[in-house]
C-alpha cells in the first residue's frame, strides 16, 4: 500500500502547457493532484520553444524597425546586435516564466515531483529523482502530457554544431553568415525570418509543392513573395539527399525532379516535424496504442487502457500549445463529470507564424471549403488600402475570408501582415459562435485600426467592400 502523500486522485506526467494547465483545472476542481517532470516546469513550449523563440524573434522585428528609422523622420546610426545579449534575453524571458508556472503549482496546492516517470500499472507511477531517489505514486487518473522532440531524418541528424534542431538555433555561440534551413513550417521559417533579419544569407528547402505547407495556398503564395523580397533563397519540391560536414561548414545536397545541386553553408537547421516523447513510460506494456510516434486516443483523451489519457503534442495534431492545454481542461472535466463538456473542435484552433511578415489562420481553406463541395464566397482586403497599416509603415499584406455561401457561416480566416497573430482570435471567437456574415457586418470595428481590415474582407466576400 502507498502511503497517504503518495496516493493521488490524478497524476500528470509532463509539466509543459498541456500538463501543467490540466493539473490546475484539476485541483481547482478539487482533485488531489501530481505532476511529474523530469526537466523544466512549462515545458518545451515555455523554455524551448513558443516564449524564448518569440523573444528572438522581436529582437529582430525591433532591429528590422531600426533600420528604417529614417522612413520615420528619427535617425538610428551604426545599428548592430550583441548576439549573446539576444540571446540572454530569450533565456531570461523563458525562465521568468518557468518560474511562474512553478508558483502556479504552489498556489494551486499541487505536488510537483521531479523525475523521470514509468507507468506500473494499477494507477502506478515510479518515478526515478533527478536526486538518485525513487519513488511510487498512485493515481485513480493518469494524464500522459510528455510532448514531443524534433524529428531527425537518418544522414541528416543534428550535432548541435553544424547541424541544429529549434534548441540549438536559440542559442548559437556565434551568428552564422550563411544557414540552409531544412523543412518550412512554422518553426523552420520563424528561423529563417529571424536569421535572414538579422543579416544571414538564408535558403530554405521544403519537400513540398509550397512552403508553409498547411496555409491556404494564396497566403503561403505571398509569403513567399515576400521573403524572397527580402533576400531569402527558397526551393520548393525539393529534398537533401545527405549532408557533408566540414571543419566550419556543411555541404547539401539537394535534389527535386530532373535537378541536382549543392549548397555550402555554415550552419543547418533541421525543422522537418516532431515525434512524441512516448519512449520508456511503459504505454506498451499497459496496451497504449501507438501510430507515428504518437499515442492514439479518443475525443476525451482517453487511450483506451482504464484510467490512463493523453494530452497535447504526444497525441495527434496540430501541435500547438494552445491545443495542449484545451485539450487539458477537456480532458480533466470529463473526468471531473462537469456537465457541458464539448470535445475539441479542431476546426476553430488558430495557427500562428511569427515570422516577418507573419501568417496566421483559423478554419478551412479555401482549397479544403470546395473540396468539401462547398459553394462559398471568398472576401479579400489588402494592407495597403487600411489607414492604420499605412500610418506603422506596414502595407503588406491580406486579411481572406471565406464563407458558405447558404447559410453565411464562416468557414476559414487566413491573413498575412502586420500583427495577424493578435488579429485572428477575432476570427477564432466568430467561429466559436457560429457567427454568419450578417452578425460580422453588424458588428462595429474601431477607427484606425488593423481590425479593420477583417470587417472589410467580410463585406468584399459579399460585394459590398467599402475601402477597395
Known sequence: ??????????????????????????????????????????????????????????TAELYHQMGRAAEFGLAC??????????VERSRKVAARLSNGVAYLMKKNKIAVIDGEATLKGEGRVAIAGKDGAARTIAAKHIVIATGARARELPGLEADGRLVWTYKYAMVPPAFPKSLLVIGSGAIGIEFASFYRTLGAEVTVVEMLDRILPVEDAEISALARKAFAKQGMTIHTGTGVEGLVRHEDGVTARLAKPGLTGEITVDRVILAVGITGNVEGLGLEQQGVKIEKGHIVVDEWGATGSPGLYAIGDVVSPPWLAHKA????????????????VHPLDKSAIPACTYSAPQVASVGLTEEAARAEGRSVKVGRFPYSANGKAIVLGETEGLIKTIFDAESGELLGAHMIGAEVTELIQGFAVAKGLETTEAELIASIFPHPTLSEMMYESVLDAYGRALHI
Open 1 to 58: 500500500m502507498e502511503s497517504a502523500e503518495s496516493q493521488f486522485d490524478l497524476a500528470v506526467i509532463g509539466a509543459g502547457p498541456g500538463g501543467y494547465v490540466a493539473a490546475i483545472r484539476a485541483a481547482q476542481l478539487g482533485l488531489k493532484t501530481a505532476i511529474v517532470e523530469r526537466e523544466h516546469l512549462g515545458g518545451i513550449c515555455l523554455n524551448w520553444g513558443c516564449i524564448p523563440t518569440k523573444a528572438l524573434l522581436r
Open 77 to 86: 546610426d551604426n545599428l548592430r546586435f550583441d548576439l549573446a545579449s539576444v
Open 325 to 340: 492545454s484545451h485539450e487539458g481542461v477537456l480532458c480533466v472535466e470529463k473526468i471531473a463529470g462537469v456537465e457541458g
